[in-house]
């Protein structure tokens, strides 16, 4: 599987941005998905993830509140919105898939397939 990570860019501190992610072919299957980030120096933590049905999300505690991640009806296509962007949250944003299902999906390990990355930068 291959997937596509678009949205970013660069934003003032408060503003906001919506990231898509979706597969550059045709899907087998419903997969979970989540995002990462990566900034500077720094590794890849987890930001947001969704798990195959869109029924169940999961947020680290710097998104709680401000990202929301969702997938509509296009297989395997998600989008994380994300409001009251702040300077911390410059990073490059990466998408990701796990293979199976059951898994911890906070976990960077648990993934298998990852989109290229797309880079939010947010100024002050």
């Known amino acids: 599987v291959q997937l596509q990570a678009f949205g970013g860019g660069l934003v003032q501190a408060g503003g906001s941005l919506r990231l898509s992610c979706a597969p550059s072919?045709?899907?087998?299957?419903?997969?979970?998905m989540g995002w990462f980030r990566q900034a500077p120096k720094k590794g890849r933590e987890f930001v947001a993830a969704t798990s195959w049905s869109g029924h169940t999300t999961y947020y680290a505690d710097s998104a709680k509140g401000r990202f929301t991640i969702s997938r509509p009806t296009a297989k395997n296509t998600v989008h994380l919105q994300m409001t009251d962007l702040q300077p911390e949250d410059t990073a490059v944003y990466y998408c990701?898939?796990?293979?199976?299902?059951?898994?911890?999906?906070?976990?960077?390990?648990?993934?298998?397939?990852w989109g290229q990355g797309t880079l939010v930068t947010v100024s002050s």
């Open positions: 072919g045709r899907t087998s299957k419903d997969y979970a």
């Open positions: 990701g898939a796990p293979d199976i299902y059951g898994i911890d999906l906070t976990q960077y390990a648990s993934y298998r397939y």
